[in-house]
């Protein structure tokens, strides 16, 4: 069974950067797409961005369009998630999922999940 281990959370002030990684247990390059989700406390699971299984296609959640950028490493079978202009509401709980075939929106059609890592924006 695939897993999923996220790293790179943490505290920054307004205006940082992050980087997460998002490392599988086994090769995923033309298998699974990838996406990262956010939780922020009292609100739903919501998708972030996605990099499809050929890493030929990324997707983006419109607010987050210029200030968040996803890439892979097919050698590590790894996922990253690059966070500049960090603001307080990015504050969240990230997770990174995978599904076959193509990237999805809808967290209920990712089939693997990551245990999360603690993304917390303050001044």
């Known amino acids: 069974q695939l897993q999923l281990v996220e790293s790179g959370g943490g505290s920054v002030q307004p205006g940082g950067s992050l980087r997460l990684s998002c490392v599988a247990s086994e090769f995923i390059l033309d298998y699974y797409s990838i996406g990262w989700f956010r939780q922020a406390p009292g609100k739903e699971r919501e998708g972030v961005s996605c990099?499809?299984?050929?890493?030929?296609?990324?997707n983006y959640a419109d607010s987050l369009k210029g200030r968040f950028t996803i890439s892979r490493d097919n050698a590590n079978n790894a996922v990253y998630l690059e966070m500049n202009s960090l603001k307080p509401e990015d504050t969240a709980v990230y997770y990174c999922a995978a599904r076959r075939l193509t990237c999805s929106g809808d967290r209920s059609r990712y089939d693997y999940w990551g245990q999360g890592t603690q993304v917390t924006v303050s001044s």
């Open positions: 990099m499809s299984s050929s890493g030929g296609s990324t």
